[in-house]
Structure formats: structure tokens, C-alpha cells
């Protein structure tokens, strides 16, 4: 069955630090979603990719959080610099884009990362 | 008002009972609604998914529809122990196909035997 890959799988680093999370969707699925998830709220997107464009980056901090998708497959999220409030899971998810199948995410496994 | 709200529970519900799990939003126009399933420490996955008015059912899950009252609610018949998770809808906006999906904050069921 294909799967969304994520690592690392945990992740425990110092504020101030750098951190990144990579993402390899399922083949073939065009969009490919951040979210981040604190303990007992709902995943909160922060940022979306269609092929290698970004179609929302809202609610990304910019000054600290950025998203890649350079070649439109696989995508590399980084925080710099840590801080507390950034620990969270982050998920990875992707979709075909288009069809029925537009909105039907299928998740990694998440990163977890704690910022000491 | 949020785009997505759900009561956060914890909904406890004895095994082999109905569990009832609801959702409202607000973007009058959106056409497709999800329920995914998370259990502690992992990641959500699809169970349902809905984008006419009335009943879907699948197994011992059924979805239901009402966009003139904009809720969508999950079914869960025949409780089990397994079915103890949280559950999120999701929703996204209704002006193009691969959007912006919004989740609730999801509703901790607890089954108990």
C-alpha cells in the first residue's frame, strides 16, 4: 500500500536550534500539505504545495518556519530558530489534486518534536 | 465562529452502544466532508467521507449530511473498544477542488466495556 514518509520520526532539539522535517508523498499525488498539530487541538495547516508552488502559506510563520518543494515530490520543512511554543507533531499529507480524490488526505506518520 | 467546530468530549459510550459524534461549519458552499480517525500518539486516517445530503453508510459507520444546517455527523453502531479514538471532520472551502482543508479539534470517544 503506498504510504507518505516522514522522518525523523521524533525529533528533540534547544531553542535557538535548527530543525528540519522531511516529507516524500505518495507517487504521483500533486498536493502535498504541512500541518502542525498541538496535543489535543486539530492539525493546523501551514502550508500547501501544488506540484512546486505554493498555493497557501497563511498561516506559516514566516520569520522562522520555511517550506520547499523544489522538483514537486518531495518536500523539506525548517524551523530556525526553535522555540517552545514549536513543539508539536508535524504532519506531512498529500492528495491527488484532482477528481474525487482532490480532498482526500493520506497522512505520514507524523514528526514529533519537543523543543527543550 | 469557528470554520470547523467540534464538541472536544471526551464522549464516553458503552461498548455495543451507538456513538454519536457531530460537527458544524461555516462556508455555506463547501461540497465534501471527511471524518478521520486518530488514535493517541498517531497520525489520522480517512474512514468517511460525504458530499450529498442524507445517510452514507459503510459498515458500521454511517455519515450524515444536512448543508441547509451545515452539520455533517458520524454514526458509530455496535460500539467496540477498538473505535475508542479522536475523531475529526474536515472541510474544505467550496471555491476549488484541491483547497485549504480545515479540521476540527476533533472528539475524544472513549468506549467503555
Known amino acids: 500500500e503506498a504510504e507518505v514518509a516522514q522522518s525523523p520520526r521524533y525529533k528533540i532539539t534547544e531553542k535557538s536550534q535548527a530543525v528540519a522535517f522531511w516529507c516524500d508523498p505518495i507517487?504521483?499525488?500533486?498536493?502535498l500539505y504541512w500541518y502542525r498539530q498541538i496535543l489535543g487541538q486539530g492539525p493546523e495547516l501551514l502550508v500547501q504545495?501544488?506540484?512546486?508552488?505554493?498555493?497557501?502559506d497563511s498561516q506559516l510563520p514566516k520569520d522562522r518556519f520555511s517550506a520547499e518543494r523544489l522538483k514537486g515530490v518531495d518536500s523539506t520543512l525548517k524551523i530556525q530558530p526553535a522555540e517552545l511554543g514549536d513543539s508539536a507533531m508535524y504532519l506531512c499529507?498529500?492528495?491527488?489534486?484532482?477528481?474525487?480524490?482532490?480532498?482526500?488526505?493520506?497522512f505520514g506518520a507524523g514528526s514529533r518534536l519537543t523543543v527543550l | 465562529q469557528k470554520e470547523v467546530e467540534q464538541n472536544s468530549g471526551p464522549l464516553s459510550v458503552p461498548e455495543g452502544a451507538i456513538a454519536s459524534l457531530n460537527c458544524t461549519y461555516s462556508d455555506r458552499v463547501s461540497q465534501s466532508f471527511f471524518w478521520y480517525r486518530q488514535y493517541s500518539g498517531k497520525s489520522p486516517e480517512l474512514i468517511m467521507s460525504?458530499?450529498?445530503?442524507g445517510d452514507k453508510e459503510d459498515g458500521r459507520f454511517t455519515a450524515q449530511l444536512n448543508k441547509a444546517s451545515q452539520y455533517v455527523s458520524l454514526l458509530i453502531r455496535d460500539s467496540q473498544p477498538s473505535d475508542s479514538a479522536t475523531y475529526l471532520c474536515a472541510v474544505p472551502p467550496g471555491y476549488s477542488s484541491a483547497s485549504k482543508i480545515i479540521f476540527g479539534s476533533g472528539t475524544r470517544l472513549s468506549i467503555r466495556p
Open positions: 499529507a498529500s492528495s491527488s489534486g484532482t477528481g474525487t480524490g482532490a480532498n482526500v488526505l493520506t
Open positions: 507517487s504521483g499525488h500533486a498536493t
Open positions: 460525504i458530499y450529498s445530503n
Open positions: 504545495f501544488q506540484d512546486e508552488s505554493v498555493v497557501d
